[in-house]
């Protein structure tokens, strides 16, 4: 590790943020949210398997790290899956892209996050959601981390359903949207961990259909919940149990996976 980075580090330290820095051939904290590595995984999922590769990368600037992440969820869901086919796909469910760029002095990453949904829903035929983040590791607390994240987002449609009930053919912006939410760690032991991540979601402004039934009929905001229970097999290997459901979807009925992820 350099000096600059190990001068960084230093200072992350003295703040008590947990933030990991990065450094050529040195195993990242796979626990924490706003480690910087190369990696790949695989999940086995309730609407079929995801897949995903990140590729941390050189920001040119040794006070910032930053990583790329793909995602290709819900893979031959009716096949592989074991919810109903009119809660999967034949082909793939959901596409996901996210940037992190970290400020390692300071314990802030900021990020951009794409998904984009193959499923229709109330307001077009397919989706997409793009958001700008920022989020902020606070002091550490005994054997509790807490990340908090703000952002704001577009929507896109094809073949949005228009507030007249007629469609508008193509590809269009439906409206914007604001998140605020939460990460948060809690250390069981060095190799397992429990993560609990709730963020609220609303629309800011758009068609009134989109504005009124985005996330659900006559829903505008949606209140959402991330349980994953995790351990560390090996410095560079982990599994880990994800459960998502939100206010109008009950834990039991809510999305399932079991992950791996390798460093590499």
């Keep these: 590790m350099n000096s600059k980075l190990i001068s960084q580090a230093s200072v992350v330290a003295i703040l008590g943020l947990s933030v990991t820095a990065v450094a050529e051939d040195e195993v990242q904290d796979m626990s924490d949210p706003l480690a910087i590595y190369t990696q790949v995984g695989a999940g086995i999922t309730d609407k079929g398997i995801n897949l995903k590769v990140g590729q941390s990368y050189d920001t040119g600037?040794?006070?910032?790290?930053?990583?790329?992440?793909?995602?290709?969820?819900?893979?031959?869901?009716?096949?592989?899956?074991?919810?109903?086919?009119?809660?999967?796909?034949?082909?793939?469910?959901?596409?996901?892209?996210?940037?992190f760029t970290v400020d390692l002095t300071q314990g802030r990453g900021t990020q951009i996050d794409a998904t984009v949904s193959l499923k229709q829903n109330l307001v077009a035929?397919?989706?997409?959601?793009?958001?700008?983040?920022?989020?902020?590791?606070?002091?550490?607390?005994?054997?509790?981390?807490?990340?908090?994240?703000?952002?704001?987002?577009?929507?896109m449609g094809e073949n949005v359903i228009e507030d007249d009930g007629s469609i508008d053919s193509g590809y269009s912006i439906m409206g914007f949207y604001g998140l605020a939410g939460m990460y948060a760690k809690f250390a069981v032991t060095d190799k397992i961990w429990i993560n609990?991540?709730?963020?609220?979601?609303?629309?800011?402004?758009?068609?009134?259909?989109?504005?009124?039934?985005?996330?659900?009929?006559?829903?505008?905001?949606?209140?959402?919940?991330?349980?994953?229970?995790s351990y560390q097999i090996t410095p560079?290997?982990?599994?880990?149990y994800f459960a998502n459901w939100n206010e109008n979807v009950d834990f039991v009925d809510g999305?399932?996976?079991?992950?791996?992820?390798?460093q590499l």
């Design 61 to 99: 600037d040794p006070a910032t790290a930053g990583m790329n992440l793909i995602e290709v969820k819900g893979i031959y869901g009716d096949a592989l899956g074991w919810l109903s086919d009119s809660k999967t796909t034949d082909s793939v469910d959901s596409f996901r892209f996210r940037n």
């Design 255 to 262: 999305d399932q996976r079991i992950e791996f992820n390798y």
């Design 125 to 155: 035929e397919k989706s997409a959601d793009i958001s700008y983040g920022i989020m902020q590791a606070l002091p550490k607390m005994g054997r509790f981390n807490l990340y908090p994240l703000v952002g704001v987002g577009t929507s």
């Design 236 to 240: 560079r290997f982990n599994v880990r």
């Design 196 to 229: 609990y991540n709730p963020f609220w979601l609303t629309t800011i402004s758009g068609s009134d259909n989109y504005e009124d039934n985005y996330y659900g009929l006559d829903n505008s905001d949606i209140l959402t919940h991330e349980f994953a229970l």
